[in-house]
């Protein structure tokens, strides 16, 4: 089963507004990576971080892997309507080669 | 450059049948991992060939196995199809560690 814990499991997002969703686990993890999956498609790498504390940003996202190794935090600025989707974590753990053990998604929806 | 792609896209079989599932890496790529995504779920690894060889396997049974040709591109075979089998099933192949590119994926029916 899954791992990698995310929250919230959806949210609603108005354009303009700065959203923000988790990943947690029980486990550590030295790789922590953030996709986005459109309806049809598969996962699209968003940001990658590779050290415990780093910060890194792809335009209006930024990503944080947390200092425990055991979460990773993922902002969205200035949210628009193309911003909507399923958005996973997912991370890789030493020894385990290059597995990717991936979250259960958060749905971002366009507030009605 | 071509990205993954996947073959077909959809396909629906008989519970007990076996499929055959391809996969064509990004050009350049020598790894290519599978992975199952049940609806509503996350992408769950299934197994990764690194040079024609398994090198990594998640939690499913033998009944699951697969293929990597030396250009690269890739089988994933199931056998004894369950319902529970319903899935996407994502192809996904690297040159380096965890640069991994996914195809759109095989939506496979079991009934």
């Known amino acids: 089963g899954q791992q990698l814990n995310q929250s919230p499991q959806s949210m609603f997002i108005q354009e303009g507004e700065d959203v923000s969703m988790n990943c947690t686990s029980s486990?550590?993890?030295?790789?922590w990576l953030w996709y986005k999956q459109d309806p049809g498609e598969g996962p699209v790498l968003l940001i990658a971080?590779?050290?415990?504390?780093e910060l890194t940003s792809n335009g209006r996202l930024t990503a944080q892997f947390g200092i425990t190794r055991k979460d990773s935090f993922l902002n969205i600025s200035a949210s628009i309507p193309s911003d909507v989707g399923i958005y996973f974590c997912?991370?890789?753990?030493?020894?385990?080669?290059?597995?990717?053990?991936f979250g259960g998604g958060t749905r971002v929806l366009v507030k009605p | 450059e071509t990205g993954v792609t996947q073959s077909p896209t959809h396909l629906i079989k008989t519970r007990g049948q076996q499929v055959t599932l391809r996969c064509s890496s990004q050009?350049?790529?020598?790894?290519v991992s599978w992975y199952q995504q049940a609806l509503g779920q996350g992408p769950q690894f299934i197994f990764q060939y690194y040079r024609e060889e398994e090198n990594g396997r998640g939690n499913f049974p033998p009944r699951f196995s697969g293929l990597q040709f030396p250009n690269y591109s890739s089988e994933l075979n199931v056998n004894a199809l369950e319902l529970d089998d319903s899935a996407l099933y994502l192809c996904?192949?690297?040159?380096?560690?965890?640069?991994?590119?996914f195809g759109s994926g095989t939506r496979l029916t079991v009934v």
């Open positions: 486990s550590i993890f030295n790789t």
């Open positions: 996904a192949s690297t040159r380096d560690s965890y640069g991994y590119t």
């Open positions: 050009s350049g790529h020598n790894t």
């Open positions: 971080l590779y050290k415990a504390g």
């Open positions: 997912a991370g890789v753990q030493r020894g385990a080669g290059n597995k990717l053990t």
